[in-house]
């Protein structure tokens, strides 16, 4: 019986197909393995120096916002009147996942959401379109609908914040909108906004009791603004067989016009606008944001400005779509070094409050300075217990690997960001634990071909054959518990694969139990044995 199930698992063993087995066969016998080791070396470093790296990963979830004023309505009548059935409406669009707006006095937003993975441009052109073909269904009371668009390439990467205890947030903000415009002319840099800055207006002060002296209304004063500084287009006219463009335009150009603007006139007097008002372009010292910045005891310049909160703007930088945060970073900030040394003055403090370029940098080479930690260690534990042969193999194998991952990735598109380099630690613990599994594993299959295991040399005379076999045992589970997965993992490996041979060891009651299971189970007949131990020191 023995030497008829050896003649079936050799006969099997020649007719299966064993991928794993031909793919170790073709780079075992080819001679082109030493030339390909150093070209899939050289594919991943291009690929680990050439993918982009950014902290967070390119997710594609379009979205838009969509304002619509309604002058005179109550949230109710905006609610019933426009916001549900536009709604109603967007949601039968190709793509929408789901749109949901709020109804306020006299406006309604709505805020459309796109499926995960729609195309970002096509799904925008839809929703205009949509929005335009809409216009003719809107109630009477509603303006022009105003659609945003908000993208995840808008989110700043980068975040520099300028500082002083000499200059306050007007002069700062004068600054941070100089270097934005010398920032934009950087390939890669999107879109730039200036936070917690104070805007640069022409402030008019109304004099109450002289408007009231004069009989004047608040709506009087602002039309008579409003009148002085027009610029319209009047459309095209033929004159002298010639097509002129025609337009009313006048502006003031400068505060002393403004300030000599008349504002009432009758047969006594003129009021001019300064009589009634105080003009200026100063900053509102009555803030309604506040931005301010210090150092901790942890830097350098603790000491040389005790702790003081300064006034601060902060500049965000985003990037570009599918852009390399890393150098892009290092140019920004290289640009602003040359502005510092040039025109920004020495009392202003630059400083980068955030930087997601260099934190994915940092991210990457930690992850590349574990792996070779992680095969230097390993390779050391194979040297000493498997021998040097072993430990080179891993050595060469775990950096070819990880190389091809890296070269599919560049190729592939996604950037190195905090997901992927979690899945890349992950997968270079599994690539560790099986080299370690496999070079242990061939070691072991060396000593049993060359008989070097005394128990393995009795089981093979005992059973009549040298099968191709695994060997379970019970572990932590308890003998019983784990002799019983290893009969249930058998009749699930078997028909998948005929030329493994499971050999289960038992003794007494549990070897009954586990024949009695196997023959439920129609596996006994199936190169599965159950044989007591031949010495103590079972395998």
Do not use: C
Request: aromatic letters at 8%; hydrophobic letters at 45%.
């Amino acid at each position: 019986m023995n030497d008829k199930i050896s003649q079936s698992s050799s006969t099997n063993s020649h007719n299966a197909f064993n991928i794993a087995h031909h793919l170790a066969k073709i780079f075992v016998e080819s001679k082109l393995v030493l030339a390909l080791v150093p070209a899939v070396l050289l594919f991943g470093l291009i690929g680990l120096f050439e993918t982009p790296r950014e902290e967070n990963p390119q997710i594609v979830v379009p979205a838009a916002e969509i304002t619509i004023p309604m002058d005179g309505m109550s949230p109710l009548e905006v609610e019933h009147l426009l916001l549900t059935p536009l709604e109603n409406h967007l949601n039968t669009m190709q793509g929408v996942k789901h749109p949901y707006g709020v109804a306020g006095e006299g406006f309604a937003k709505i805020q459309v959401e796109f499926k995960v993975g729609e195309d970002k441009t096509e799904s925008f052109v839809r929703l205009y379109d949509q929005m335009e073909r809409y216009k003719i269904q809107l109630p009477p009371l509603a303006g022009e609908p105003h659609i945003s668009l908000v993208d995840v390439d808008d989110v700043p990467f980068m975040v520099v914040t300028l500082a002083s205890n000499q200059y306050d947030r007007y002069q700062l903000t004068n600054m941070a909108e100089r270097m934005t415009e010398h920032l934009h002319s950087i390939d890669g840099v999107g879109l730039s906004q200036i936070h917690g800055g104070q805007e640069n207006d022409v402030r008019v002060e109304i004099n109450p009791t002289r408007l009231q002296a004069l009989g004047l209304g608040l709506n009087q004063i602002r039309a008579h603004i409003q009148a002085a500084n027009i610029d319209h287009s009047l459309g095209f006219k033929v004159i002298d067989k010639d097509n002129q463009h025609m337009r009313v335009s006048y502006k003031l150009e400068n505060l002393e016009e403004l300030r000599k603007l008349v504002v009432f006139r009758d047969t006594e007097k003129v009021v001019h606008l300064q009589d009634i008002a105080h003009i200026t372009t100063e900053p509102d010292h009555k803030n309604l944001s506040l931005s301010r910045f210090n150092f901790g005891p942890a830097d350098h310049r603790f000491e040389e400005y005790k702790g003081q909160e300064m006034a601060a703007v902060h500049i965000g930088i985003a990037k570009q779509g599918g852009v390399n945060s890393v150098p892009l970073a290092e140019d920004i900030l290289e640009r602003i070094a040359s502005m510092q040394s040039q025109w920004i003055p020495k009392s202003v403090e630059v400083v980068t409050t955030r930087n997601d370029g260099q934190n994915a940098n940092d991210s990457v080479n930690t992850l590349i300075e574990h792996l070779f930690i992680a095969i230097a260690v390993v390779s050391l534990v194979l040297w000493v217990f498997l021998g040097w042969r072993a430990a080179a193999i891993v050595f060469i194998a775990i950096p070819i690997v990880f190389a091809i991952v890296i070269g599919v990735d560049f190729l592939a598109g996604p950037t190195l960001n905090r997901i992927t380099l979690y899945a890349l630690i992950l997968a270079l613990g599994l690539l560790v634990d099986d080299a370690i599994v496999v070079i242990e594993n061939i070691s072991e299959l060396e000593r049993y071909e060359k008989g070097f295991d005394p128990n393995r040399a009795l089981l093979n005379e005992k059973l009549g054959f040298k099968p191709r076999f695994a060997i379970l045992y019970a572990g932590s589970f308890g003998r019983i518990n784990g002799l019983h997965y290893a009969v249930e993992l058998a009749a699930k490996l078997l028909p998948l694969d005929p030329t493994i041979v499971f050999v289960l060891m038992g003794v007494g009651s549990e070897k009954e139990k586990i024949t009695q299971l196997a023959v439920e189970k129609q596996v006994l007949s199936k190169n599965l044995f159950i044989v007591e131990p031949v010495t103590k020191n079972v395998l």
